[in-house]
């Protein structure tokens, strides 16, 4: 009940001289491959394990590389599909953000600056990354567990979303509840938002250089309210002398790095008990 049948190849004359003995033991063919098959799984003399190789940083590095040549040649099914299968064989969605669709985005957008893609294909690498991400959200999700409140937004007029869109994903995985606002917040409206709500997190994400004014007028808005939230800040742009102005202007932390974020925000903000 319940079993799929499938076919087996023995080597010709090998299963009748099987099943003539175990007839004569009083067995049958099913028992004894289900007893091969408990063997080889749990046995002390393993041959199967039920628990696949762990996911090195070589495997995300390998999946980067076929997954920007599948967004490449615009095969958005063998996309999906070599992500998926790095999930299943045990990858943690943060690690995948990181290091397989990031760094695709990256290079497509390096190949986007050298006139190598086509802005079309800039959109179809971001569309199916972003569906991507969105496919991987619910099967890991938990409800939020830590009291804690988050609200991610791109800064004003950013367009780039798909960062914030990964740091809501993740702090939501770390049991956050999280408010996402998506690209382009203005500076007025976020700080209205976030006096109503009062979260415990505002996280800014920012990829563009013409884009800095509006991250110094959101911090200084949003370390004007009481309760000040503390405020992280993020996105391709944060490298070098970047991240020592967004510190300057009064961000508690800056970071592109969505592991360091979940170690600061578990620093910051201890688990009960
Ligand atoms: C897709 C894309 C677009 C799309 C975005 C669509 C969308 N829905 O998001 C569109 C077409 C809108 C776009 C427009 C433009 N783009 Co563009 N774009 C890209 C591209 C190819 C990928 C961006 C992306 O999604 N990356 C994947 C995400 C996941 O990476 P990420 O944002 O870095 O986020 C990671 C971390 O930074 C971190 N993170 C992000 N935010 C935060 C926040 C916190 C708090 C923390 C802790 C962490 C964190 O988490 C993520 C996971 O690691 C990049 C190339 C690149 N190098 O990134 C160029 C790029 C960002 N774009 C660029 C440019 C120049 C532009 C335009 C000015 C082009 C133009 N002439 O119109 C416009 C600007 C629009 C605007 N006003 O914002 C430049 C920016 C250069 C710069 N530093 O100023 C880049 C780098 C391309 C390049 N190589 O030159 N773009």
Redesign the pocket.
């Known amino acids: 009940v319940g079993t799929k049948v499938r076919p087996v190849r023995f080597q010709s004359g090998v299963l009748e001289e099987l099943e003539r003995r175990l007839a004569a033991d009083g067995s049958d063919l099913s028992e004894f491959v289900n007893a091969a098959v408990d063997r080889a799984l749990h046995g002390d003399d393993r041959t199967l394990r039920l628990v696949p190789d762990p996911v090195e940083r070589s495997d995300l590095e390998a999946c980067a590389a076929a997954f920007t040549r599948a967004l490449l040649a615009r095969d958005a099914r063998q996309a999906r599909a070599l992500v998926e299968e790095l999930v299943q064989r045990g990858a943690r969605v943060i690690d995948v ?2 290091h397989v ?2 760094p695709a ?2 290079q ?3 190949l ?2 050298l006139e190598d893609v086509t ?1 079309a294909q ?2 179809y690498a ?1 569309e199916i ?2 569906q991507l991400v969105a496919a991987l959200a619910p099967d890991r999700r938990v409800p939020p567990t830590r009291g804690r409140l988050a609200v991610v937004a791109s800064t004003r ?8 869109r ?2 809501a994903d993740v702090l939501e995985r770390e049991g956050w509840e999280v408010l996402s606002l998506g ?1 382009s917040i203005p500076v007025e409206d976020l700080a209205h938002l976030v006096s109503e709500e009062r979260p415990d997190l505002v ?3 920012t ?5 800095l004014p509006g991250v110094e007028e959101a911090i200084a808005a949003l370390a004007a309210l009481e309760p000040r939230p503390v405020i ?6 944060y490298d070098g002398p970047v991240v020592e102005l967004a510190r300057g202007w009064g961000a508690d932390f800056v ?4 592991r ?2 979940v170690d600061e925000v578990t620093r910051r903000f201890p688990p009960a008990g």
């Open positions: 953000h990181q669709l990031r985005l990256e497509i957008g390096d986007w600056c802005v800039e959109h971001t990354t972003t007029d950013e367009l780039h979303a798909l960062g914030a990964m740091v690209a996280a800014l994400s990829a563009t250089i013409g884009r992280a800040v993020g996105g391709a742009l970071t592109t790095d969505l360091r974020l």
